[in-house]
């Protein structure tokens, strides 16, 4: 996807935001990205690996850009909007990251009229192999919905899904890498168990599952129809998916998806 011709800044400096800044300037003019961040230290130690501006303020960040990330904690969204509400400029889209803030909480302190986009990203990001779900409000036209997706695909995959989708993003692939790297710490020790060195069963269970999930997003086939090219009759995979299976693997899985998703809600409702 083409990069985005516009002027981005990001209101906080963390992980998530850190890495979206660090891959955008990577292949952009990082003069044209500027960051804040109330610990200066995180904003300068960022804008010294990748050549964007430090701004002084929220609002300075928010006078300078056409598209603004809003990546600090969920309680802090109200402050972060309440201060630079009056520094935003005309047509300016307003991006928020923050799990569990509405469109509509935003929408009381921007006013409907304001371009924003709700996004749920996740962990992976870090490594250029994120997912990431955007929801914009009314105001969002094509094109500018378009440059956000293009911000976010530097990261990742991106789709678009209506706000009421958010909590079930956030509870599959919002919550999901930590269900994954609990698979992968169990399919280790497993390995461990049966005699392979830690480390050496760590790189087996690791490559195994993002092999596995390349294999299926890049052929496009139902994960059932490859499970059972694997699966051959009487041999050794078809008794460990039997354990899996007799032990409520899939449905476990299906329940922890929905319990964070519930959470999720919660979290909006307050």
């Given at each position: 996807?083409?990069?985005?011709?516009?002027?981005?800044?990001?209101?906080?400096?963390?992980?998530?935001?850190?890495?979206?800044?660090?891959?955008?300037?990577?292949?952009?003019?990082?003069?044209?990205?500027?960051?804040?961040?109330?610990?200066p230290g995180k904003a300068d130690a960022l804008a010294h690996g990748t050549g964007i501006?430090?701004?002084?303020?929220?609002?300075?960040?928010?006078?300078?850009?056409?598209?603004?990330?809003?990546?600090?904690?969920?309680?802090?969204?109200?402050?972060?909007?309440?201060?630079?509400?009056?520094?935003?400029?005309?047509?300016?889209?307003?991006?928020?990251?923050?799990?569990?803030?509405?469109?509509?909480?935003?929408?009381?302190?921007?006013?409907?009229?304001?371009k924003i986009v709700r996004v749920m990203p996740n962990t992976p990001a870090m490594v250029?192999?994120?997912?990431?779900?955007?929801?914009?409000?009314?105001?969002?036209?094509?094109?500018?919905?378009?440059?956000?997706?293009?911000?976010?695909?530097?990261?990742?995959?991106?789709?678009?899904?209506?706000?009421?989708?958010?909590?079930?993003?956030?509870?599959?692939?919002?919550?999901?890498?930590?269900?994954?790297?609990?698979?992968?710490?169990?399919?280790?020790?497993?390995?461990?168990?049966?005699?392979?060195?830690?480390?050496?069963?760590?790189?087996?269970?690791?490559?195994?599952?993002?092999?596995?999930?390349?294999?299926?997003?890049?052929?496009?086939?139902?994960?059932?129809?490859?499970?059972?090219?694997?699966?051959?009759?009487?041999?050794?995979?078809?008794?460990?998916?039997?354990?899996?299976?007799?032990?409520?693997?899939?449905?476990?899985?299906?329940?922890?998806?929905?319990?964070?998703?519930?959470?999720?809600?919660?979290?909006?409702?307050?």
């Amino acid at each position: 996807m083409k990069a985005v011709n516009k002027k981005i800044g990001c209101i906080g400096a963390g992980n998530m935001g850190g890495a979206i800044l660090s891959r955008l300037a990577a292949g952009a003019d990082p003069s044209a990205i500027s960051v804040y961040d109330i610990t200066p230290g995180k904003a300068d130690a960022l804008a010294h690996g990748t050549g964007i501006t430090v701004a002084k303020s929220p609002e300075d960040c928010a006078r300078a850009s056409d598209i603004l990330i809003v990546a600090v904690k969920p309680d802090a969204v109200a402050a972060a909007l309440n201060s630079i509400k009056g520094a935003v400029a005309p047509g300016a889209v307003i991006v928020s990251i923050a799990a569990g803030v509405t469109i509509a909480a935003m929408e009381e302190v921007l006013g409907r009229s304001m371009k924003i986009v709700r996004v749920m990203p996740n962990t992976p990001a870090m490594v250029g192999e994120g997912m990431s779900v955007l929801a914009p409000n009314g105001a969002v036209d094509d094109n500018s919905l378009l440059d956000v997706e293009r911000i976010f695909s530097r990261i990742g995959r991106v789709l678009v899904l209506p706000e009421k989708l958010m909590d079930a993003v956030t509870g599959l692939s919002g919550s999901g890498p930590a269900y994954v790297f609990t698979f992968i710490q169990a399919l280790a020790d497993g390995g461990v168990k049966l005699g392979i060195p830690r480390e050496k069963a760590l790189v087996l269970a690791a490559q195994t599952v993002m092999g596995s999930a390349k294999y299926l997003l890049e052929s496009g086939e139902d994960p059932m129809a490859l499970r059972g090219k694997v699966t051959s009759p009487g041999g050794t995979t078809i008794e460990g998916i039997h354990v899996l299976e007799r032990s409520g693997f899939s449905g476990i899985v299906m329940d922890a998806v929905e319990k964070a998703a519930q959470k999720s809600q919660k979290l909006g409702e307050k």
